[in-house]
């Protein structure tokens, strides 16, 4: 049959009506409780903290190589201590599972093990920045001495394997460093290489050789218009010399033959007007070599037409000794000659490193690319290798400080205890179950036999079932020993269409 909603007066009427078999139930269930707390095999539970102690060096002087964030290094220690091969010799050494262990397999046992075994990481505080500050191990077996042992053994790893794995990680890293430098030292050697080769071939036309090279060119140019100047003075005084050394041939040959020689005359001619000749391809008429040349020319040619009307003298014997005179206007014409030559090689010297240096400084645009290009890769190939010496040094010395035990680690702050008192079962709580299970169990079940019994108790019953109002109620009255229930514990109910109400 449907029952309607229940309110809160209906189940409190449920409860007076079924109270006995509540407050029996709810009697019955600590003591039962308790019993079964006794019976379970008890359980043991050790705990130690252990804690982060932070690097005795700041970071800022040595940065650690182990930048890992702390709780997934703890995630990682886990997963590795908590492994087969690490919990087996842990549960031979001390015989954990004596009754278990020829009969189970070992993958069980570990695996029992591992579910006694619980890590718990210390929440910093929220006030504190930073990582993981510590973590608790926490282990429960049935005996309080193993409970113990297991967590000192636990412990142990972590703390050791923590610190293999620093010093596994610094030497790797620096091992990888070591080698990555070596391979920045031999691309920076070839870049070195390249670099030298290329300032060796194109020596005085690197790009900060070109101002260098413009000064020089600059000054070349004004030793080469000294130069020709100086040339031109050099002609010069050859010239002269060789005019005043032509005079004093032609007045030395008349004077020892009495008379013009018209041979000698014609020679000394023919050399003044050649003479002529090279001074007006330089210089104009009105210079004065070229009016003194073409005086001695004019003298010449009139003592050549005196001689040719006039009788032809005896020879007479000609000195072979030339006067001084002579002798020093030839050595004059010679130096000059030579002064000519020297400044003529000079001049060619010049105008040879002259095309030099124009070379160089049209080839600068062109090298200076080029510089360029290499001086680039030889500072990337340089940079790197800096900085991979930087960060190999840094690791050497992360490796030395974990090495020394100066770096981060793991240390314990408080060892694990000896337990007393059984963790579980806790009898307290158990009776606190039974209490609150047998209290439970009995509104359950008052519940459950209400929503089985149809019996109409009340008007709202009458008309959720039947669909009709209520027109009248009668209550039962009982004598129990002589007295009258002031209680009405029952009533009729009378329903239109029906003689009689149905008595509930």
Known sequence: MTRRELSPADYIDIVRRRWSLILVLTLIGPPLAYGVARILPAKYKSQTLVLVQPPTVSAKIVEPVDNVDLTQRLASLQQQILSRS???????????????????????????????????????????AGGLPGFYVTVTMESPRLAQSVCQSVTSLFIEESLKLQNQRSAQTTDFLSQQLQDAKTALDAQD????????????????????????????STQLDASTQALARAEQDKTFAQSLLDQQLAAWGASSQGGGDPDTLQQQLAALQAKLADLRSRYTDEYPDVVKTKADIAGITKRLAEGAGAAPAPKAAKSS????????????????????????????????QIALY?????ASPIVEEQYK????????????????????????????LTQQQQGEQFYTLDPANLPDSPS???????????????????????LLIEMQDTSMRTERDVEFILHLPVLATIPDVQPDSGKVRAAVTRKKSVSPGVGLGARV
């Open 86 to 128: 690490r919990l087996e010799p842990i549960i031979r050494k001390l015989d954990l599972f004596p009754r278990d262990v020829d009969r189970v397999a070992m993958d069980n046992l570990v695996a029992r093990l591992q579910k006694e075994i619980e890590v718990t990481p210390v929440q910093p505080m929220a006030d504190t």
């Open 193 to 220: 290489a390249k670099l030298a080769a290329f300032k060796s071939h194109y020596i005085g036309s690197l790009p900060d050789q070109e101002q260098t090279n413009l000064n020089l060119l600059n000054s070349l």
């Open 321 to 352: 000794i030339e006067p001084a005179q002579i002798t020093q206007l030839r050595a004059q014409v010679l130096a000059a000659e030579q002064t000519v030559a020297e400044k003529t090689k000079e001049q060619q010297q010049i105008k040879q």
């Open 358 to 362: 124009q070379s160089r400084v049209q």
């Open 373 to 400: 290009e290499l001086t680039r890769g030889y500072q990337t190939a340089l940079d790197a290798y800096n900085d991979l010496l930087k960060k190999r040094d840094a690791s050497i010395m992360s490796q030395n």
């Open 424 to 446: 579980f079962p806790n009898r307290r709580l158990f009776a606190l179950g039974g209490l609150a299970g047998g209290l439970g169990l009995g509104l359950g079940l008052a």
